[in-house]
């Protein structure tokens, strides 16, 4: 059985700070999503991971896949507090099996 | 574009009352899914359709939920009876066909609003 672990669980930073989040999961997979979810909205795509050693960059946000160490990260620079949201990675096998989230809160 | 399209968007019922919840997934989308998403957790499938066929219903609690995808395009996920622990909220994602023969699942999904549901 496929599990993903995302840490923090909850992260609380100020404006112009830099943070890593984590996602780790447990089984063989080559493709990883992260999705992000505002307050009673559902959930927007961000980037779609599709190999080991794959970055992406949007804006302030960076997110890596490494397939052997079964770790993606995302990586927030100089946040602004317009990120604050809760981010979900989700790893590709039959189906998609989501994290718990990540749920930040950037402070002005 | 037009999105996944859900409704309704609310539902409050008491519990053992029935509910039922409608999507439409994005236009040419075969591959539709049903989540569950409790409060302060992530999705956690119930069903996955490929066009008019449940391939993947093994989370989906049978005795009390059922869907169905008629004609493979809009989709309905009904709970009878409903319990306390049902309040969640009900997501309808859709994905496209899979890139040369691979499978469908492995795509990007698209997420519709979701239906809140509160079981008083």
């Known amino acids: 059985e496929l599990k993903v672990e995302q840490n923090p669980l909850f992260l609380s930073m100020q404006e112009g700070k830099n943070y890593t989040i984590y996602c780790n999961y447990s089984?063989?997979?080559?493709?990883l999503y992260w999705y992000r979810q505002d307050p009673g909205k559902s959930l927007e795509s961000l980037f779609v991971l599709l190999s080991n050693g794959a970055v992406k960059q949007e804006g302030r946000l960076m997110a890596s896949l490494d397939t052997k160490a079964r770790l993606s990260t995302l990586h927030i620079t100089a946040a602004v507090h317009d990120l604050s949201a809760t981010y979900f990675c989700?790893?590709?096998?039959?189906?998609?099996?989501f994290g718990k989230g990540t749920h930040l809160i950037i402070q002005p | 574009e037009a999105g996944v399209v859900q409704s309704p968007r609310y539902k409050i019922i008491e519990k053992k009352q029935p509910v039922a919840f409608w999507c439409n997934p994005i236009s040419g989308h075969n591959t539709l899914y049903w989540y569950r998403q409790n409060l302060g957790q992530g999705p956690e499938l119930l069903i996955r359709y490929e066009n008019e066929e449940a391939v993947d219903d093994s989370q989906l609690p049978k005795d009390r939920f059922s869907a169905e995808r008629l004609k493979g395009v809009d989709s309905t996920l009904k709970i009878q009876p409903a319990e306390l622990g049902d309040s969640a909220v009900y997501l309808c994602?859709?994905?496209?066909?899979?890139?040369?023969?691979?499978?469908?699942?492995?795509?990007?999904?698209?997420f519709g609003p979701g239906t809140r549901l509160t079981v008083l």
């Open positions: 994602a859709s994905s496209p066909r899979g890139l040369a023969g691979g499978p469908s699942h492995y795509n990007e999904q698209f």
């Open positions: 989700a790893v590709a096998g039959d189906g998609l099996t």
């Open positions: 089984t063989t997979s080559d493709r």
